[in-house]
């Protein structure tokens, strides 16, 4: 949303203001849900991922302090003000957050290990042992894993639940039961049960969740950088005229109908005509295309697109917020506010375990204080914290997490590079997939893919000639020429007179004579014979979507060269293989109709778009995923940043830009669409080994609860055997990681 912007009455106001705080995806629902029934407020809509806020509110009802106020009471800070200081201390935040979580981490490690391994290995023969596990404990719990009590508290005053409420009340209470039965161990001893200690569960689970949870938070801010590196494709500063002198001013200065000097490299600060000048700009930002478009007089230029060789002078007509990367950069945060956060399956699970677990605690302290033997006050504790001990998530925290761990990396060694866990929770799910063509169906470079000459003989003069007509051309085919016949072994001659013809290409004179390159219009206007034989290859290469480029003499047509974008040899059979899984593919392309249709025939795409600008992409997504599709979208460029973060599952390849890998949660490097069958099979055995972990530590808690509860008492005499529950715990986390390695072995 617009800063400001008033609805006619004047008191409606619109606003975007950032957010600090925000730690998890329900941290935005917790502010959505506690700012939407303030009076005075019609709308609320947080964005998580931007960490931003867009707020209509009326403000003789409501005023913005007030607004401020009501977040703070919840432990979130409303930023208002210039929106650049806004993004400074946004990102000073969260880079803030992401190294204090890095020193809890290290923390936690550090203390933990020993707690372990005293547990583990030399339970009861260090002195003072329980004394020096709550020591090196209590650190790990209330300064490294406070997080997980905050976040539970805020999930307890909306009466819900997750992975977090699970892990501080389990915790929570192993940590409150063994610093009980440290200091005053005489209380059960008493009563004749053993007072048993807990704290190596309790700091083993912060700890690895801890670690699952920086790793995500690393993943995120990689997230944001894509909409920071497009900001970076705007200058800072801009020449313009002003009185009739070369002034430099910031780019937020530059007015509409201010005159612009655009030098050989300079990148285009707004959208705007070109006044005077001719060269060659960049424009794969907009269209995905590698070949640059010839810029003269009339001409339009967008913001973020680079300048070539040329110098231009170009009339702004376009500035700020309406430039056309402005307008991908606000579809881009859009696209990322509008993609719900996937509830992970762990956080489910918890959902439903936690009140379950609670009420079993409960149920069990009710029969035991009513129907158990005296004192029963203290079996009804003792069963009580028993089961909410026995509960602790050991085999929970670690079933998503090793498969996880185990399944990116089972990704990075065959060159998919996995960016967090959504990726690969939400990649077996696909059933369309959405595929650019520049780069990620064809190569994306224009190589010369045919050649045919008039005569034999004469070929490798022809080739040496124009090698050195091409060598001083500054055309962006020119080089895709030069590269070929430098392969070719050509060698460079002396030419002489050489000349560039706008729009037709250019010639040059050797031996006296002159030769010609360029298009059937240089041709033509010298009134140059083309055969009928290199005529027909030329339509036929042309019928295949190539560009043809003609080398001639004076008197007539020589050669006949064909430059495209060369398909991936890969491509066919991966698009092949993708349509046996049941998937619906597209292909969208900035290229022309005629282009788009050659290469959707040759690889076996049935549906494709051609022309397609950007902001269509993001779209034509939404459009499938408004059908019921979950949408895969596989490019490589700028132009495909908007539709990989809108995409459910954005997969870049590792040959494109920085923009498009941090707008997507899956990286190529290969850059091979057969890649993407890997993916959605890696993605498939991950999620059947999470739900597989999660079984098993389901029939840990099946076991381990009712025996914590006391069911055994009646029958053998005592409560929770300490080995039953031990060998429980033990077998279920083992069997928990040993099923998570087996996915190293299920996928080639």
Known sequence: MDANVKDADKTIIRESYGVLGMTCASCAASLESYLKPNEGIREVSVNYPNKSVAIVYNQDAITLDHIKNKAQEIGYEILAGDKNEQQEAIDQAEDNRLKKLRSKLIIAAALSTPVFIMAMFFMGQIPYENWIMMVLSAPVLFWSGSEFFVNAWKKLKHFSSNMDTLVALSTGVAFAFSFFNTIYPQFFLDHSITPHVYYESAVIIVTLILLGRYLEERAKGKTSSAIKKLMGLQPKKVVVFRNGEEVSIPLSDVLKGDLILLRPGDKVPVDGKVKSGESYIDESMITGEPIPVNKVKGEEVFAGTVNQKGSLKILASKVGGETLLAQIIQLVKSAQASKPPIQKLVDKVAGVFVPVVVGLAL?????????????????????????????????????TPTALMVGIGKGAEQGILIKDAQA????????????????????????????????????????????????????????????????????PVEISNFESITGQGAKAKYEGEWFFIGNEELVRDNEIEFNSKLRSQSDTLKQEAKTVVLFADHKEVLGVIAIADKVKDSSKQAISSLKKMGMEIHMLTGDNQQTAKAIAEQVGIDNYKAQVKPADKGEFITALQNRGKVVAMAGDGINDSHALAQADIGIAMGSGTDIAMESAGIT????????????????????????????????????????????????????????????????????VVTNSLRLKNQIN
């Open 363 to 399: 149920l069990t302290f009710l029969l035991w204080f009513f129907l158990g033997p005296e004192p029963s006050i203290t079996y009804a504790f003792l069963t009580l914290i028993t089961v909410l001990i026995i509960a602790c998530p050991c085999a929970l925290g670690l079933a």
């Open 424 to 491: 690969l929770e939400v990649a077996y799910k696909t059933n369309a997939l959405v595929l650019d063509k520049t780069g990620t169906i064809t190569e994306g470079k224009p190589e010369v893919t045919d050649s045919y000459w008039k005569s034999d003989t004469s070929k490798e003069l022809f080739q040496d000639i124009l090698l050195s007509v091409e060598s001083n051309s500054e055309h962006p085919l020119a080089h895709a020429i030069v590269q070929y016949l430098k392969e070719a072994k050509s060698k």
């Open 668 to 735: 190529l490097m290969h850059s091979d669409l057969q890649q993407i069958t890997r993916a959605i099979t890696l993605s498939k055995a991950t999620i059947r080994t999470i739900r597989q972990n999660l079984f098993w530590a389901f029939i840990y808690n099946v076991i381990a609860i009712p025996v914590a509860a006391g069911a055994l008492f009646p029958l053998f005499g005592f409560l929770l055997n300490p080995m039953i529950a031990g060998a429980a715990m033990a077998m279920s986390s083992v069997s």
